[in-house]
Protein backbone atom coordinates (compact mmCIF):
# COMPACT_ATOMS: atom_id res chain seq x y z
CA UNK A 1 0.00 0.00 0.00
CA UNK A 2 1.25 3.92 0.32
CA UNK A 3 3.25 4.63 2.18
CA UNK A 4 4.50 8.39 2.80
CA UNK A 5 7.68 9.11 4.60
CA UNK A 6 9.50 11.72 5.80
CA UNK A 7 12.85 12.79 7.05
CA UNK A 8 14.58 13.71 9.19
CA UNK A 9 12.47 12.72 11.68
CA UNK A 10 14.09 15.94 14.21
CA UNK A 11 15.89 18.69 12.97
CA UNK A 12 17.83 20.93 15.25
CA UNK A 13 18.30 24.47 13.39
CA UNK A 14 19.99 27.87 14.67
CA UNK A 15 18.24 30.71 14.47
CA UNK A 16 19.29 32.43 10.78
CA UNK A 17 19.97 29.19 9.16
CA UNK A 18 18.32 27.51 6.27
CA UNK A 19 17.03 23.85 6.45
CA UNK A 20 14.90 21.30 4.35
CA UNK A 21 12.85 18.14 5.17
CA UNK A 22 11.63 15.89 2.74
CA UNK A 23 8.92 14.07 1.93
CA UNK A 24 8.84 10.49 0.18
CA UNK A 25 5.98 8.37 -1.47
CA UNK A 26 5.75 5.18 -2.65
CA UNK A 27 3.39 5.71 -5.70
CA UNK A 28 2.82 8.27 -7.51
CA UNK A 29 0.70 11.38 -5.77
CA UNK A 30 -2.10 13.50 -7.59
CA UNK A 31 -1.29 15.98 -4.72
CA UNK A 32 0.39 16.68 -1.76
CA UNK A 33 -0.43 19.40 1.62
CA UNK A 34 1.88 20.27 4.22
CA UNK A 35 0.78 20.83 6.96
CA UNK A 36 2.62 22.72 10.54
CA UNK A 37 1.30 21.70 14.04
CA UNK A 38 2.69 23.82 16.62
CA UNK A 39 3.49 22.33 20.27
CA UNK A 40 0.17 21.38 21.77
CA UNK A 41 -1.36 22.80 19.04
CA UNK A 42 -3.28 20.95 16.04
CA UNK A 43 -1.95 20.61 12.33
CA UNK A 44 -2.84 23.79 10.33
CA UNK A 45 -2.55 23.56 5.99
CA UNK A 46 0.22 25.47 4.66
CA UNK A 47 -0.28 24.66 1.29
CA UNK A 48 -0.74 22.17 -1.98
CA UNK A 49 0.68 20.94 -4.86
CA UNK A 50 -0.91 19.71 -7.57
CA UNK A 51 1.84 20.03 -10.92
CA UNK A 52 4.72 17.79 -11.49
CA UNK A 53 7.71 20.13 -10.77
CA UNK A 54 5.49 22.46 -8.98
CA UNK A 55 7.48 25.42 -6.62
CA UNK A 56 4.94 27.56 -4.38
CA UNK A 57 6.74 29.97 -1.58
CA UNK A 58 5.01 31.41 1.69
CA UNK A 59 7.53 34.18 2.58
CA UNK A 60 10.96 32.68 4.08
CA UNK A 61 9.12 29.04 3.10
CA UNK A 62 9.31 27.01 -0.58
CA UNK A 63 7.39 24.06 -0.95
CA UNK A 64 8.29 21.69 -4.24
CA UNK A 65 6.73 18.98 -5.77
CA UNK A 66 9.24 15.83 -7.69
CA UNK A 67 9.22 15.98 -11.63
CA UNK A 68 7.58 12.31 -11.22
CA UNK A 69 5.02 13.35 -8.54
CA UNK A 70 6.78 10.73 -5.71
CA UNK A 71 8.23 13.46 -3.58
CA UNK A 72 7.93 16.58 -2.35
CA UNK A 73 10.17 19.22 -0.06
CA UNK A 74 10.06 22.20 2.37
CA UNK A 75 12.78 24.83 2.52
CA UNK A 76 12.76 27.18 5.17
CA UNK A 77 15.36 30.13 5.20
CA UNK A 78 16.40 32.24 7.85
CA UNK A 79 14.69 29.93 10.52
CA UNK A 80 12.98 32.14 13.06
CA UNK A 81 12.03 30.75 16.52
CA UNK A 82 8.07 31.21 15.09
CA UNK A 83 9.08 27.84 12.99
CA UNK A 84 8.72 25.87 15.90
CA UNK A 85 6.99 22.69 15.63
CA UNK A 86 5.96 19.45 13.26
CA UNK A 87 5.89 20.06 9.66
CA UNK A 88 3.37 17.25 8.02
CA UNK A 89 3.43 16.16 4.48
CA UNK A 90 0.15 14.39 3.50
CA UNK A 91 0.20 12.76 0.06
CA UNK A 92 -3.02 12.00 -1.96
CA UNK A 93 -2.67 8.73 -4.63
CA UNK A 94 -4.15 8.05 -7.82
CA UNK A 95 -7.17 6.58 -5.97
CA UNK A 96 -7.85 9.36 -3.46
CA UNK A 97 -6.15 7.50 -0.58
CA UNK A 98 -4.86 10.34 1.50
CA UNK A 99 -1.57 9.40 3.76
CA UNK A 100 0.04 11.40 6.50
CA UNK A 101 3.61 11.29 6.67
CA UNK A 102 5.36 11.10 10.15
CA UNK A 103 6.62 14.49 10.64
CA UNK A 104 9.27 16.53 11.06
CA UNK A 105 10.14 18.25 14.37
CA UNK A 106 12.07 21.08 14.22
CA UNK A 107 13.38 22.66 17.39
CA UNK A 108 14.95 26.41 17.02
CA UNK A 109 17.48 27.36 18.76
CA UNK A 110 18.12 31.24 19.59
CA UNK B 1 -16.56 32.52 14.12
CA UNK B 2 -16.48 29.47 11.93
CA UNK B 3 -14.28 26.47 13.32
CA UNK B 4 -14.29 23.06 14.03
CA UNK B 5 -14.72 22.17 17.86
CA UNK B 6 -13.77 18.97 20.01
CA UNK B 7 -14.66 18.18 23.55
CA UNK B 8 -13.50 17.65 26.32
CA UNK B 9 -9.75 18.62 25.50
CA UNK B 10 -8.65 16.03 28.01
CA UNK B 11 -10.55 12.81 28.97
CA UNK B 12 -9.39 10.29 31.39
CA UNK B 13 -11.22 6.59 31.88
CA UNK B 14 -10.87 3.01 33.14
CA UNK B 15 -9.99 0.19 30.85
CA UNK B 16 -13.30 -1.46 29.96
CA UNK B 17 -15.42 1.55 29.42
CA UNK B 18 -16.33 2.65 26.15
CA UNK B 19 -15.90 6.38 25.59
CA UNK B 20 -17.34 8.89 23.13
CA UNK B 21 -15.59 11.75 21.72
CA UNK B 22 -17.18 14.83 20.44
CA UNK B 23 -16.52 16.72 17.17
CA UNK B 24 -18.97 19.44 15.76
CA UNK B 25 -17.98 21.96 12.84
CA UNK B 26 -19.92 24.94 11.35
CA UNK B 27 -18.07 25.24 8.13
CA UNK B 28 -20.51 23.32 6.15
CA UNK B 29 -18.06 21.12 5.12
CA UNK B 30 -19.40 17.48 3.80
CA UNK B 31 -16.66 15.36 4.47
CA UNK B 32 -15.22 14.82 8.12
CA UNK B 33 -12.30 13.14 9.97
CA UNK B 34 -11.09 11.30 12.60
CA UNK B 35 -7.19 10.63 13.15
CA UNK B 36 -5.28 9.13 16.00
CA UNK B 37 -1.72 10.87 16.94
CA UNK B 38 0.74 9.11 19.02
CA UNK B 39 4.38 10.29 19.06
CA UNK B 40 6.69 9.86 16.21
CA UNK B 41 3.46 8.33 13.82
CA UNK B 42 2.18 11.03 12.75
CA UNK B 43 -1.63 11.12 12.10
CA UNK B 44 -3.48 8.00 11.28
CA UNK B 45 -6.84 7.97 9.48
CA UNK B 46 -9.42 5.70 11.91
CA UNK B 47 -12.85 7.05 9.94
CA UNK B 48 -14.27 9.14 7.85
CA UNK B 49 -17.37 10.46 6.38
CA UNK B 50 -18.12 12.18 3.43
CA UNK B 51 -21.62 12.77 3.24
CA UNK B 52 -24.35 12.80 6.00
CA UNK B 53 -25.53 9.17 7.02
CA UNK B 54 -22.16 7.31 5.70
CA UNK B 55 -19.09 6.86 6.65
CA UNK B 56 -15.72 4.63 5.52
CA UNK B 57 -12.87 3.09 7.72
CA UNK B 58 -9.71 4.08 7.71
CA UNK B 59 -6.22 2.55 8.44
CA UNK B 60 -6.67 1.52 12.13
CA UNK B 61 -10.92 1.24 12.42
CA UNK B 62 -10.26 -1.78 14.61
CA UNK B 63 -11.97 -0.55 18.54
CA UNK B 64 -13.95 2.38 17.18
CA UNK B 65 -16.90 3.41 15.86
CA UNK B 66 -18.36 6.56 14.46
CA UNK B 67 -22.25 7.88 13.39
CA UNK B 68 -22.76 10.36 10.56
CA UNK B 69 -26.81 11.50 11.46
CA UNK B 70 -26.04 15.46 11.20
CA UNK B 71 -23.59 16.94 8.43
CA UNK B 72 -22.46 19.12 11.87
CA UNK B 73 -21.22 16.30 13.92
CA UNK B 74 -19.12 12.93 13.47
CA UNK B 75 -18.96 11.62 17.34
CA UNK B 76 -16.45 8.89 17.71
CA UNK B 77 -16.81 5.91 20.27
CA UNK B 78 -13.51 4.33 21.30
CA UNK B 79 -14.82 0.75 22.42
CA UNK B 80 -13.02 -1.21 25.13
CA UNK B 81 -11.84 -3.87 22.15
CA UNK B 82 -9.45 -0.90 21.06
CA UNK B 83 -6.40 -2.28 23.10
CA UNK B 84 -4.34 0.95 23.09
CA UNK B 85 -6.36 3.43 23.39
CA UNK B 86 -4.60 6.15 25.32
CA UNK B 87 -4.07 8.60 22.56
CA UNK B 88 -3.98 12.34 21.46
CA UNK B 89 -7.55 12.39 18.58
CA UNK B 90 -7.99 15.11 16.00
CA UNK B 91 -11.13 15.79 14.41
CA UNK B 92 -10.84 17.45 10.95
CA UNK B 93 -13.34 18.38 8.28
CA UNK B 94 -12.83 19.51 4.56
CA UNK B 95 -15.11 20.59 1.35
CA UNK B 96 -15.97 16.93 -0.32
CA UNK B 97 -13.20 16.03 -2.92
CA UNK B 98 -9.60 15.37 -3.21
CA UNK B 99 -8.17 18.48 -3.59
CA UNK B 100 -8.89 20.77 -0.73
CA UNK B 101 -7.45 21.06 2.62
CA UNK B 102 -8.65 19.88 6.29
CA UNK B 103 -9.07 22.11 8.96
CA UNK B 104 -8.45 20.67 11.99
CA UNK B 105 -10.21 20.73 15.46
CA UNK B 106 -7.74 21.33 18.62
CA UNK B 107 -8.12 17.48 19.65
CA UNK B 108 -9.00 15.64 23.40
CA UNK B 109 -6.54 13.67 24.57
CA UNK B 110 -7.64 10.41 25.90
CA UNK B 111 -5.89 8.38 28.53
CA UNK B 112 -7.34 5.43 29.64
CA UNK B 113 -6.15 2.83 32.48
Redesign the interface.
Known amino acids: GQQVMQIPQYQHVQEGEDFTTYCNSSTTLSNIQWYKQRPGGHPVFLIQLVKSGEVKKQKRLTFQFGEAKKNSSLHITATQTTDVGTYFCAGRDSWGKFQFGAGTQVVVTP | DGGITQSPKYLFRKEGQNVTLSCEQNLNHDAMYW ?1 RQDP ?6 IYYSQIVNDFQKG ?1 IAEGYSVSREKKESFPLTVTSAQKNPTAFY ?1 C ?1 SSIAG ?2 Y ?7 TRLTVT
Not at chain 2, 40 to 45: A, H, K, P, S, V
Not at chain 2, 101 to 107: D, T
Open positions: YGQGLRLDLANSEQYFGPG
